[in-house]
């Protein structure tokens, strides 16, 4: 089993910036892919950043160059840079994994940005 713990989420103002940080433990041999997705309330869950464990990175189009993915694979920690916030960003925050093909979640970090 992979236990994910995010932290990082809180409110900012339009414009502002935060750092969201998932740390896996557990079974954490052999942890592959790990990212983030969001769900702002009304929607579907969307992927927001995705990260290999070589390091290539995927963006969805709203977040491309204002946020950046990145992971210590030495820590099984993934990180997320938000910068230029906009209250299209407020939503629910998951961090997740893949190991073995399976697919772990964590329990999710608000991020409210006010206008």
């Known amino acids: 089993q992979v236990q994910l713990v995010e932290s990082g989420g809180g409110l900012v103002q339009s414009g502002g910036s935060l750092r969201l940080s998932c740390a896996a433990s557990?079974?954490?041999?052999?942890?592959?892919?790990m990212g983030w997705y969001r769900q702002a309330p009304g929607k579907q869950r969307e992927l927001v950043a995705s990260?290999?464990?070589?390091?290539?990175?995927h963006y969805a189009g709203s977040v491309q160059g204002r946020f950046t993915i990145s992971r210590d694979n030495a820590k099984n920690t993934v990180y997320v840079q938000m910068n230029s916030l906009n209250a299209d960003d407020t939503a629910v925050y998951y961090c997740?994994?893949?190991?073995?093909?399976?697919?772990?979640w964590g329990q999710g970090t608000q991020v409210t940005v006010s206008s």
């Open positions: 997740y994994t893949y190991r073995l093909g399976r697919q772990y």
């Open positions: 557990g079974g954490t041999f052999s942890v592959g892919d």
């Open positions: 990260i290999g464990r070589g390091g290539n990175t």
